[in-house]
Structures are given as structure tokens and as C-alpha cells.
């Protein structure tokens, strides 16, 4: 299955953005985000969960382009990677020269649970002010030897410890949506695909 989905959104004055992406399947995905902020104290928060199996290949492509000063987002993207499966992550910042007190930053974690599975990641900044406070970061790696050790050591079984290691992880992106009724959806959403891990 192919899937290929756009967000574009011009945010006014004063606006309170959220925004999830959930990506859970496909052979291929593709999820694709424009937001241009052209409004002073504007709050955004885009972030995303992504679970992928097999030689299934997901891509997160943002642009936040911060037009007018005085307002802040923070992207936040996790992706799960098993067997041969593939996340692209391409995230780009823009701050006009008259985006001044921008408060921005982004990150993009991957946990690769094979050594099969491949995540890219491409954060980007381009900023024309010098009144801003902007970051950017990315990470890729294992589960933690030492954590799952620990949790075995507890009497919790090898799936048992690395699925809540798992939820951990994504966890962290889903706890920002404001309504409880779709983040228990998300993580139930979660366990599932974790249940189904051989």
C-alpha cells in the first residue's frame, strides 16, 4: 500500500497549533507538513510517532517557516525500525530576517531494532535573525543493554522489558496530545504492533 498524505497551514496571530502523525504500515508512507507562521505569538507543536516492520519505508518531511517574530514550535519525531524496514526524516526551519524572539527547536530519534533496519535523518535551520533561540538534534540507536538487563533482572521476560522500553520511547511524542481518549487509542494502537514483534 502506498500512502501519501499533505498538511499545509498558514497560522495567524495568536494561533495554538498541535499536530500528530501517526504512521503504523504501509509498504510505503509519505507524510508531508508546510506551516508558515505569519502571526506573532503563535504556539506550534508537530510531532510524530512512526512503527515500521519488515521492508516497510516511511518519510516525514516538514518545513516550518517562521515569517514573524515572537512565536515558538517544537517538533518532535520517534520512529521504530524492525526487521528490514526504512525512516527518512527531513525537517527544515526557516526564520525570516523579521522573525525575531523565534523560539524553535527539533528533534528526530530513532530506535532500530535490527541490524537490518536503516533510519536518515536531515534537520535543517535557516535563519536571517539574530534574536532567536533555535536547535535542532538527531539520534539513532539500540535499546539500552544495560535498562534491559536490569528489567530481566527483575523477573520481567526479554519482549515483556523491550516492548515497555518501546512505549517508553514513543511515549515521550504521544504524551503531548491533549486528549486522553486518543493518546490510550495511540498506545493501545502501539502494543498491538509490539505484541505482534517475533
Not at 502506498?2 to 496571530?13: D, M, N, P, Y
Request: hydrophobic share 45%; with cysteine.
Amino acid at each position: 500500500m502506498l500512502h501519501v498524505a499533505t498538511f499545509a497551514a498558514e497560522i495567524g496571530k495568536g494561533a495554538l497549533v498541535n499536530d500528530f502523525t501517526f504512521t503504523l504500515g504501509g509498504a510505503v508512507t509519505r507524510n508531508q507538513i508546510a506551516m508558515r507562521m505569519n502571526g506573532t505569538n503563535i504556539h506550534a507543536g508537530i510531532r510524530g510517532a512512526t512503527l515500521l516492520k519488515d521492508r516497510q519505508h516511511a518519510d516525514n518531511t516538514l518545513v516550518i517557516d517562521h515569517a514573524i517574530g515572537h512565536c515558538d514550535s517544537r517538533e518532535l519525531f520517534k520512529s521504530v525500525l524492525d526487521g528490514e524496514s526504512r525512516s527518512v526524516f527531513q525537517g527544515k526551519i526557516i526564520v525570516q530576517p523579521h522573525a525575531q524572539k523565534t523560539d524553535a527547536k527539533m528533534a528526530t530519534h530513532a530506535l532500530l531494532l535490527s541490524e537490518e533496519a536503516e533510519a536518515d535523518a536531515k534537520p535543517e535551520l535557516e535563519i536571517f535573525a539574530d534574536d532567536v533561540v533555535c536547535g535542532h538534534g538527531a539520534t539513532a540507536g539500540a535499546l539500552d543493554d544495560d535498562l534491559l538487563f536490569y528489567l530481566k533482572a527483575r523477573g520481567i521476560p526479554q519482549k515483556e522489558a523491550e516492548a515497555l522500553m518501546i512505549e517508553a520511547f514513543i511515549g515521550e511524542a504521544v504524551e503531548a496530545i491533549e486528549n486522553q481518549t486518543l493518546r490510550e487509542v495511540l498506545m493501545e494502537l502501539a502494543r498491538t504492533w509490539l505484541a505482534a514483534r517475533v
